[in-house]
């Protein structure tokens, strides 16, 4: 606790003064990055196995709502990965996983958008955040801290469309992590997903601004439209009810064309897995 302690207090030195976090060596399963501090977690995330495993599927990965790149080093861990693309709409935290690349000579697969991905292009949006905060949101009330600071920059919005036409790619795997915007990043994805190639791993959220029913109705309404279909991966089922995720305050949902059926990679992939679970095989086949 008190390393934890003595770490924050660092850190909140350096902000106000302007200083950089130090760069220091992190691991990754069997990989040594050299990152900024606070780049790789003491303790894993619901989602960082899921991420691994669906990257190791993946040749074009998107990770919107990137902040400091954690997820864009796991995707890239993948031997299939060619190119990485990271939209974020705090400049300050896309800086740093742009750096986080450079040092680990990975910057030539990446792209970097500094915007936020959203249901339209070229609008202005309040986005709440404190220095390179992962919690950052357009709504107010879910990112607390920064809100308490009457802490905001504004941003320019842009469509996964956008940057689709842009660059001239069609992801197999986008994560989607904006703190209760999904349903708006989703709605801006239409044509990316018409395409039916690609999986969009997405953390949702409720806030005071919305329920976790209305924002799981909304996703699931967005799936009927586009003919994908969710899956609630806390327990590796179809979402047929936004009842499923109403008792959470956060969950991830795979969404993925209705044809397809459940990716076998991630069955028995557990919330807050060890990464290690993501490189198991699986009904004989190497993931």
Not at 145 to 173: K, M, Y
Request: aromatic fraction near 8%; proline fraction near 6%; hydrophobic fraction near 40%.
């Amino acid at each position: 606790m008190s390393s934890r302690l003595s770490q924050r207090t660092r850190s909140f030195v350096r902000r106000k003064l302007g200083f950089p976090s130090p760069l220091v060596h992190g691991r990754i399963l069997d990989r040594e990055f050299i990152v900024r501090e606070g780049t790789v977690p003491s303790q894993l995330d619901y989602d960082y196995a899921w991420v691994l495993a669906c990257a190791l599927q993946a040749e074009v990965f998107f990770d919107v709502g990137a902040n400091v790149g954690y997820d864009t080093l796991l995707a890239l861990l993948s031997p299939t990965i060619k190119r990485v693309v990271l939209i974020e709409a705090n400049p300050e935290a896309l800086s740093v996983a742009a750096e986080n690349l450079i040092q680990n000579q990975l910057a030539s697969k990446a792209c970097f958008v500094p915007a936020f991905a959203g249901a339209v292009d070229n609008s202005k949006v309040k986005f709440w955040t404190v220095g390179t905060g992962a919690a950052g949101s357009i709504h107010k009330g879910h990112a607390v801290t920064a809100a308490r600071a009457n802490s905001f920059i504004e941003v320019p919005t842009v469509t996964i469309d956008t940057v689709c036409a842009d660059f001239g790619l069609i992801p197999e795997l986008i994560k989607i992590d904006v703190e209760g915007a999904e349903y708006d990043v989703l709605q801006g994805s239409k044509a990316c997903a018409g395409k039916g190639k690609t999986r969009y791993l997405v953390e949702m959220h409720s806030n005071p601004e919305m329920t976790m029913v209305a924002n799981t109705e909304n996703v699931m309404s967005w799936c009927r439209e586009l003919g994908y279909q969710a899956w609630y991966l806390a327990k590796g089922e179809r979402l047929d009810s936004p009842e499923q995720t109403q008792h959470r305050g956060r969950c991830h949902l795979l969404l993925q064309p209705a044809p397809w059926p459940y990716p076998e990679y991630l069955v028995g992939i557990k919330q807050s897995a060890a990464l290690e679970t993501a490189l198991t095989p699986r009904n004989g086949q190497p993931n």
